[in-house]
């Protein structure tokens, strides 16, 4: 996982651009989506943190997003 406050945004480009990073997560909320999520693009810097994996966010204790994964959400929550 890596905090968004801890790099610069010409660092994260590059790791977008390599796939070092797939995913984006509120720490605060403990929810996970993807990088174009446009409720993630609302989120204060210092609360945004970024995945390589689903499955890194799902054993750090991260949820689905029930805008941009409408369907894992639900799933999710069914599971509850």
């Known amino acids: 996982m890596i905090q968004h ?3 610069s945004d010409r660092e994260l480009q590059g790791l977008i651009k390599n796939q070092k ?3 984006g ?3 605060k909320l403990k ?3 993807t990088l ?3 409720s993630g693009k609302r989120m204060k810097k210092e609360n945004r943190v970024f995945f390589e994996s689903e499955q890194e966010a799902i054993e750090l204790g991260y949820r689905p997003c029930g805008s941009c994964m ?3 959400y639900l799933k999710w929550k069914k599971s509850l």
């Open 36 to 38: 174009h999520c446009k």
């Open 21 to 23: 990073v797939r995913f």
């Open 31 to 33: 929810i996970y989506g």
């Open 5 to 7: 406050t801890q790099i």
């Open 25 to 27: 997560g509120n720490s």
């Open 70 to 72: 409408r369907q894992k």
